[in-house]
């Protein structure tokens, strides 16, 4: 059974950090993308950043441009995948969902496995 479960969620004040990671279990995952989407209240659940294993401790990164310049994201291994949140606004707020699929896209219909969902809250 395959399971994606996201850790690092919580409430913060704008300007702050948040750290987000997702492990995934059940199946090999060196072949595919593992990435970061987040829905806010009356939204679309919408792409935040995605990453694509190639071997050792190289991977390819791509973010939106929305976060880009404050948010990171990082493949540890295989089957690990964080997101360091920095200089966080309001905006920011929303589920963010850890996602794995067989390519590194922006659509979420790309993805076959999602996490439960982790609450990110930023205060103004």
């Known amino acids: 059974q395959v399971q994606l479960v996201e850790s690092g969620g919580g409430l913060v004040q704008a300007g702050g950090s948040l750290r987000l990671s997702c492990v995934a279990s059940?199946?090999?995952?060196?072949?595919?993308?593992m990435g970061w989407f987040r829905q806010a209240p009356g939204k679309e659940r919408e792409f935040v950043a995605v990453?694509?294993?190639?071997?050792?401790?190289?991977?390819?990164a791509d973010l939106a441009d929305s976060v880009k310049g404050r948010f990171t994201i990082s493949r540890d291994n295989a089957k690990k995948v964080s997101l360091q949140m920095n200089s966080l606004k309001p905006e920011d707020t929303a589920v963010y969902y850890c996602?794995?699929?067989?390519?590194?896209?922006?659509?979420?219909?790309?993805?076959?496995?999602w996490g439960q969902g982790t609450q990110v809250t930023v205060s103004s």
């Open positions: 996602a794995a699929g067989s390519r590194p896209a922006a659509s979420a219909t790309s993805y076959d496995y």
């Open positions: 059940g199946r090999t995952f060196s072949n595919y993308a």
């Open positions: 990453t694509r294993w190639i071997r050792d401790s190289i991977y390819h």
